[in-house]
């Protein structure tokens, strides 16, 4: 796909992740870039060599900074650490997700302070391109310091040795077959190339990135099914006029509230019941609820695009400080700053997910619906309707409550003490990932309502005229449902579009958030 | 020998065996008791004939009771997400022929073949993990089962040509056989984790000298909890002649001091769990029952008991994983572990030795307190107005499985890690108090340690030096999940 993606470890956005994991987008390493790798390296190389303590190049690791390294030992030591932090269980990390970690790792170490070889990055950069995937556990780190475990897993794959395991084309193969038919030199590791493979949160950023670009989609899908949802249930628009969001100026839900105003123009069903002065919460409220959704999803963003752009490892090699020691022995491996958002996106996607289910309710509950037939049963055939599928959305945010406790809240003190606060970002990436995958398929089980409902008003009402967005997503999502055909079941319609969703193909029909890219 | 289902003695460890493929047969006296209970029906129409107006409307004075419940239970397939494993299928299918054999609701005993048919035979359908609210019943899963079992979706060959009455098609969904069936396989798979543990912290005692005090039977009968004291009986069978754990050794830490008291909690919520899971499996989940020609509506589907049982259950676990997790950072911990050196290799610092051990350790255990957020706190109202209260018991059930595979692995590593120890003391490889290499005495383990440490060293090689951990990790995992450290070898 296109122009090749050229890093240099501080121009890296959400969308290139995406391109990169998922889409197969080749990516470079920029030529300025590559010198200042060269440079630190080059100072490494000559700090190893002297007296003077280099954390993780002359010493060991962790408590084990203590003890001094003979330099002759600096590359054993750096192929020691890869091995011995192979610690992963559990079952193994998607494609797109490892492909993204190894992204972000080579990202940081083009900042230049990572005191390696541009090679390792050029290395990194030819599996993504072959598709050499390392076989990587999910479970297993703390995220401090860094991902180690995961990120040693790929180390693995760099590092030459009998050890490591991949997919090539298809197949899981050694490490080593998977490079020689991929047509990869292996490395030989040198010193600090350990610290520099494994030291960061890139694994918690790297399922963070692709889950907040999911993450956007879905509360856009949200407002389509929500405003498909407040339009059957012949809601009251004046909840959603500008002049009211300018005097509690959120911006997400300004932002909403605006999708709603434009995907309901000129519908004849807004407004349509003028006794009914407002709308109970899960519909007039949608632009408070998704709104607040929209400004944790906002601050995530941010926090992990500039995550994305870091120099993670420890020490950093910053040659343009005063002193002899230009090594930096500091906590950039840290998965706070990515845990934390991460927590509050799972609360943010679980809001989502609550507000739709309740609308789904009083979609098919009929002393609620503004005579809806009851479960929204077809009225051509015998059938049940949408009567467990509701049942289904509430098994969904529920499990999200139980997902949604905040793992960064926990810390286990680590290493004899010395790392004794730890992030646990990585277990609140790939729950956010989980409660996300709930979410979508709550929204689609709202659409799937949705659009059952609005076919009833049109059948009542033949040619009553729908709002401009929400007529083009019935008529988008309705296609899905009905190309389905005879004999399947409510899971199947709910997989259908969930798959519509997991797919953006509704996104055109609401304005996203600018600062994805 | 095929297990006998009778709907009186259906164990959890039965239903288990019937997870990983064992064959079913419905007793002759259940068979006979279904058929008069089928047969004491009252006449007049059945519930789900009665609720047919509310079902499907408009439709309800067209459509023959066939019709009737095909669109019951294709309309209850709404489960989504990955696929349920096999065994856990299977685990459900024998649950619900249980309840069906209770002869308590009104099903003919063809009900129970066609389930037992597709046991035997192998037929396994696809069914969603997600989508139940755990009340009226399992509804979503044990449709995806039911459609197979009618014949509503295609089919192997060979299965009995089988159409449920209204009575039968609302019986073999409404119940909560899907989350009773998790919980009994994980019941067992966490029975055999308690029993490998137990040897991973006897194992962990003689590595470390540890003080016998506080397993004295005095001292654990005089608190009387008889978790602890069990606990207590079979660390001192494991150390039977042990030269190392003696007594006025100075206290332990707690991870191994309070280690009757943290792992017999474990034991007594184990044994309630189970004897509720027990009564569920023999119990008639269903609504109506048909008792004395006579049907009784209530909400015997609901999944409160259970739900709250395998929520207690999580949270016990949990405990186990932590105090495991305490004991493997004392082991990789230089000061703490009686001259044994820093993360348990020679050479420490150009070796990082076990040391990420320990992190997976707390890694897994921090995902574990997040996974015993008790799922059974919630409820949503549901099906219009109907079912305002649900008991979120198959979110507690899977949980509870996910929570056994961390606790697996963490147990693990602490026999990993234990193991190591012991060959260190066994080498007489010891270290002063500046973390310097000094030669000590080899000590001889205790004889039934000393055999569960050969049977670690069949799979897992001792480490002079750094090696990839993975490996490692993943058969002592095995050895947990087999249970072979205990000298079984059974399925998970």
């Known amino acids: ?517 | 020998m095929s297990i006998a289902l009778n709907g009186q003695t259906l164990s959890t460890s039965d239903l288990h065996a019937i997870a990983h493929g064992e064959s079913v047969v419905l007793s002759d006296a259940a068979r006979a008791q279904m058929r008069a209970n089928f047969e004491s029906m009252p006449e007049g129409p059945s519930i789900l004939e009665e609720k047919r107006h509310w079902l499907v409307g408009g439709f309800a004075s067209e459509l023959t009771a066939d019709e009737l419940c095909r669109t019951f239970i294709l309309g209850h397939c709404a489960g989504v997400g990955e696929l349920l494993p096999d065994e856990m299928v299977r685990a459900t299918m024998a649950a619900r022929v249980n309840v069906l054999a209770t002869a308590t609701t009104g099903c003919r005993p063809e009900a129970a073949d066609v389930l037992i048919a597709m046991l035997n035979q192998g037929v396994t359908p696809r069914v969603p993990s997600q989508g139940s609210v755990g009340a009226a019943g399992d509804l979503a899963p044990l449709a995806h089962i039911a459609r197979v079992a009618c014949g509503y979706t295609d089919r192997p060959a060979g299965l009995p040509d089988y159409r449920p009455n209204p009575k039968e098609a609302l019986a073999l969904i409404n119940g909560i056989s899907m989350t009773a069936a998790l919980g009994a396989v994980a019941v067992t798979r966490i029975e055999r984790i308690l029993d490998c543990s137990i040897a991973a912290c006897a194992m962990t005692m003689e590595a470390m000298g540890a003080d016998a005090g506080c397993i004295d039977d005095r001292l654990l009968q005089a608190r009387k909890h008889p978790g602890g004291i069990e606990i207590g009986e079979r660390l001192r069978i494991w150390l039977e002649g042990s030269a190392q754990v003696v007594p006025n050794q100075g206290a332990n830490a707690f991870s191994i001091r309070a280690a009757p008291a943290v792992m017999g909690t474990l034991v007594e919520e184990l044994c309630c769990t189970r004897t509720i899971l027990e009564r569920e499996l023999n119990g008639s989940g269903d609504n109506p029952l048909l008792i004395d020609g006579e049907w009784i509506e209530g909400g015997n589907f609901h999944g409160a008991p259970v739900a709250q049982a395998l929520d207690s259950l999580k949270i016990a676990l949990t405990q186990l994983a932590t105090v495991s997790e305490r004991r493997t950072f004392r082991l990789t911990y230089g000061q703490l572990s009686k001259g044994l050196p820093s993360f348990l290799v020679r050479g420490t610092g150009l070796n990082s030795g076990f040391m990420l051990t320990q992190y997976t350790a707390a890694s897994l255990a921090s995902e574990c307190k997040g996974l015993a957020h008790p799922a059974a706190v919630d409820t949503i109202p549901t099906v219009q107005h109907h079912e305002d209260h649900v008991s979120m018991g198959p979110i507690a059930a899977r949980m509870l499985l996910e929570i056994t595979e961390c606790v697996a692995d963490i147990v693990g590593i602490e026999l990993l890690l234990a193991a190591q120890a012991l060959d260190l003391r066994m080498r007489g490889i010891g270290f002063d108090a500046a973390g310097e290499f000094m030669e000590v005495d080899c000590v001889t383990p205790a004889p039934r340690i000393a055999a569960a440490h050969a049977v670690v060293r069949q799979h897992i090689d001792y480490w002079e030096d750094d090696g990839v951990l993975h490996p490692a990790l993943a058969a002592a995992g095995k050895l947990v999940r087999t249970g072979e450290i205990l000298s079984e070898n059974g399925p998970w």
């Open chain 1, 1 to 517: 796909m296109g122009m090749p993606l050229s890093i240099n470890g501080s121009s890296l956005t959400i969308q290139d992740v995406v391109d990169v994991a998922r889409n197969g987008r080749t990516v470079c390493l920029d030529s300025d870039a590559r010198s200042k790798m060269e440079e630190s390296y080059a100072w490494v190389q000559k700090a190893c060599l002297q007296d003077q303590p280099v954390y993780g190049v002359n010493t060991g690791f962790g408590s084990l900074a203590r003890v001094k390294i003979d330099p002759a030992n600096s590359a054993k030591l750096s192929l020691n650490l890869i091995r011995s932090h192979a610690a992963g269980v559990g079952p193994l990390l998607p494609v797109p997700e490892t492909r993204a970690m190894m992204l972000l790792r080579a990202n940081a170490l083009a900042k230049g302070a990572s005191g390696c070889r541009p090679l390792l990055v050029d290395t990194l950069l030819q599996m993504l391109e072959k598709g050499v995937t390392p076989l990587v556990p999910q479970q297993g780190s703390c995220g401090s310091s860094g991902d180690l475990a995961p990120l040693a897993h790929l180390g693995l794959v760099l590092a030459e040795g009998d050890h490591g395991r991949v997919t090539f084309q298809g197949e899981v193969m050694s490490a080593s077959e998977g490079m020689r038919q991929a047509g990869i030199p292996r490395l030989q590791m040198e010193a600090k190339d350990g610290l520099a493979i494994t030291n960061g949160a890139q694994l918690t950023t790297a399922i963070g990135s692709l889950a907040l670009y999911d993450a956007i989609s879905l509360v856009e899908a949200a407002e389509l099914a929500a405003a498909m949802s407040i339009e059957a249930l012949r809601g009251a628009s004046r909840a959603f006029v500008a002049g009211v969001h300018a005097l509690r100026p959120h911006p997400g839900a300004i932002a909403t509230a605006g999708n709603l105003r434009s995907l309901l123009a000129g519908s004849e069903l807004i407004d349509s019941m003028p006794e009914k002065l407002q709308d109970a919460y899960s519909l007039r409220c949608t632009p408070q609820v998704l709104g607040a959704c929209r400004d944790a999803i906002s601050y995530a963003i941010s926090q992990v695009s500039i995550e994305l752009n870091a120099a993670t490892d420890n020490p950093l090699i910053l040659l343009e400080e005063e002193g002899e020691n230009k090594a930096f022995s500091a906590g950039m491996f840290h998965g706070e700053p990515v845990g934390i958002p991460m927590d509050v996106l799972k609360i943010a996607i679980s809001e989502v997910a609550n507000l739709a289910e309740r609308r789904l309710y009083r979609l098919t509950t009929g002393s609620l619906s503004q005579r809806l037939p009851p479960a929204l049963a077809s009225k051509d055939r015998p059938e049940l309707g949408m009567m467990v599928p509701q049942t289904t959305a509430a098994a969904l945010v529920s499990e999200n409550k139980a997902l949604g406790w905040p793992a960064s809240m926990d810390s286990i003190p680590t290493c004899e003490d010395q790392e004794d606060h730890v992030a646990m970002s990585t277990t609140a990436a790939r729950r956010a990932a989980r409660v996300l995958e709930n979410a979508r398929r709550v929204i689609a089980i709202e659409l799937q309502g949705a659009v059952r409902a609005l076919e009833f008003r049109k059948m009542e009402t033949p040619n009553i005229r729908l709002g401009a967005g929400t007529a083009e997503g019935l008529t988008r999502a309705g296609e899905v449902l009905h190309s389905l055909g005879e004999g399947t079941t409510p899971s199947d319609e709910i997989e259908a579009l969930t798959e519509w969703v997991r797919s953006g193909a509704h996104r055109s029909l609401v304005s996203g958030l600018e600062a994805v890219s």
